[in-house]
Antibody, heavy 118, light 112 residues
Framework: EVQLLESGGGLIQPGGSLRLSCAASGFTFSNFAMAWVRQAPGKGLEWVSG???????YYADSVKGRFTITRDNSKNTLDLQMNSLRAEDTAVYYCVADYGNLDAFDIWGQGTMVTVSS | DVVVTQSPLSLPVTLGQPASISCRSS???????????LNWFQQRPGQSPRRLIY???NRDSGVPERFSGSGSGTDFTLKISRVEAEDVGIYYC?????????FGQGTNLEIK
């Protein structure tokens, strides 16, 4: 069964750091670009970051310089290191697998909630 | 960034009746490779999004035939031929042609 399982969400104070992880199974992880998409409470979907099969990383302007995306093809895992967190980063973060060039968003995880609040 | 605009934002539909959602982009979504990377996603209440349609009109595996996508250039449409109770949720279009990928605001489909 194809599956993406996120972990690492929680409550964090403004300015703090959090690391999200995504464990992939049921497909050839190294053949897929990977991305993080977030959804603020009651709001729509926003692409946050992506990493290609050849390890090139990309970021939305809103998180550039604060977030770092990495992948480990030997462990089938995707991580998102989030630093200098702000209240506006509060959202459900979805791990997404993309068989194309971050243009298709084929497979979605169930999401992990990040709440930035004092 | 490419702005993707959906309409309507709220769509009350009677069971068994058709439904249609429009998605318009601020730029042509035809990629230089000839493909048009316009996708549709469904998010049922309390669930994560799932893709229904990719590259304008290709249904994903397991997606009922009552869902269809069409369009070209900057104008696209998702149609449901006969709405069923399980179709309740929010529908998003997303463009992947221009960087960065962007989503529409979402259309909330509910049963009348």
């Amino acid at each position: 069964e194809v599956q993406l399982l996120e972990s690492g969400g929680g409550l964090i104070q403004p300015g703090g750091s959090l690391r999200l992880s995504c464990a992939a199974s049921g497909f050839t992880f190294s053949n897929f670009a990977m991305a993080w998409v977030r959804q603020a409470p009651g709001k729509g979907l926003e692409w946050v970051s992506g990493i290609s099969t050849d390890m090139k990383s990309y970021y939305a302007d809103s998180v550039k310089g604060r977030f770092t995306i990495t992948r480990d093809n030997s462990k089938n895992t995707l991580d998102l290191q989030m630093n200098s967190l702000r209240a506006e980063d509060t959202a459900v973060y979805y791990c997404v697998a993309d068989y194309g060039n971050l243009d298709a968003f084929d497979i979605w995880g169930q999401g992990t909630m990040v709440t930035v609040s004092s | 960034d490419v702005v993707v605009t959906q309409s309507p934002l709220s769509l009350p539909v009677t069971l068994g009746q058709p439904a249609s959602i429009s998605c318009r982009s601020s730029q042509s979504l035809v990629h230089r490779d000839g493909h048009t990377y316009l996708n549709w996603f469904q998010q049922r209440p309390g669930q994560s999004p799932r893709r229904l349609i990719y590259e304008v009109s290709n249904r994903d595996s397991g997606v009922p035939e009552r869902f269809s996508g069409s369009g070209s250039g900057t104008d696209f449409t998702l149609k449901i031929s006969r709405v069923e109770a399980e179709d309740v949720g929010i529908y998003y279009c997303m463009q992947g042609t221009k960087w960065p990928p962007t989503f529409g605001q979402g259309t909330n489909l509910e049963i009348k």
